[in-house]
């Protein structure tokens, strides 16, 4: 216990028991009674923090938080979402465990070794992210997808981000950044309808912050491996 309490900093203890405090009371003031929302973004902000260290775990947590995640977007008929997440989310956060166990730091199991963003792998990535989109938008047209602009934009940056992750780059963080302001975009269309889904708007917000703060953590592994210390 005592090795695991070590593990996170100070700020990442601060980080993710502020972030589960905000949602609790988010879900309690506006919703209170679908619990699956409640679960999906306490699994999913929990990953967070396991992916902003490097470690292999959160993408464990990632996959049951985008099975949890696709069925909350079937109830509003946000089709995209549902889809993106488990044909696609899920899917890649499975080979991005694999290529993460595949790719250690070191002797340490607990930190992937950071890849560098080269201009091939974002070619690729970009290539692939387009074909993608663009065959998610008459998909999700033939639907007939709520709010198919934004839906489709979230296909764009979900995709991306799930690429980089499993790349092992410092930037999949900052994509699911910008994925994580569309879907906010997407779910206070939502609230219009249904005001309890404030509480995932909550969710996205405190995801946004929790991204942010992996974006910079991965730049600080990434630079803390050039030097050759282990630090996981």
């Given amino acids: ?70 069925i909350i977007s079937y109830s509003f008929l946000y089709y995209g979402e ?11 956060a499975l080979f991005s465990l694999v290529s993460w166990l595949k790719n250690p730091y070191g002797k340490s199991k607990s930190q992937v070794k950071v890849r560098e963003l080269t201009p091939k792998i974002f070619i690729v990535g970009a290539v692939l992210t387009a074909v993608v989109t663009v065959v998610f938008y008459y998909i999700l047209s033939a639907l007939n997808t709520a709010n198919i602009v934004p839906s489709t934009i979230s296909v764009l940056t979900s995709f991306f981000a799930a690429y980089l992750t499993f790349m092992r780059t410092p930037y999949f963080p900052l994509a699911y950044a910008f994925n994580d302001i569309v879907l906010i975009v997407m779910w206070a269309m939502a609230t219009k309808e249904d005001t309890s889904y404030i509480s995932v708007i909550v969710c996205f917000c405190v995801f946004l912050v929790n991204d942010l703060y992996g974006f910079i953590n991965w730049c600080r592994m990434r630079k803390t491996q050039k030097q050759g210390k282990i630090k996981a």
């Fill in 1 to 70: 216990m005592k090795k695991y309490l070590s593990y996170f900093t100070k700020w990442e203890k601060a980080l993710w028991v502020s972030s589960v405090a905000v949602i609790c009371i988010f879900y309690a003031v506006f919703d209170g009674s679908g619990w699956m929302k409640l679960t999906a973004s306490l699994i999913g902000v929990t990953s967070l923090i396991f992916l902003a260290k490097g470690n292999p775990f959160g993408n464990v947590l990632m996959i049951i938080f985008s099975v949890l995640y696709a």
């Fill in 82 to 92: 549902m889809i993106t997440y488990v044909g696609m989310t899920a899917p890649m």
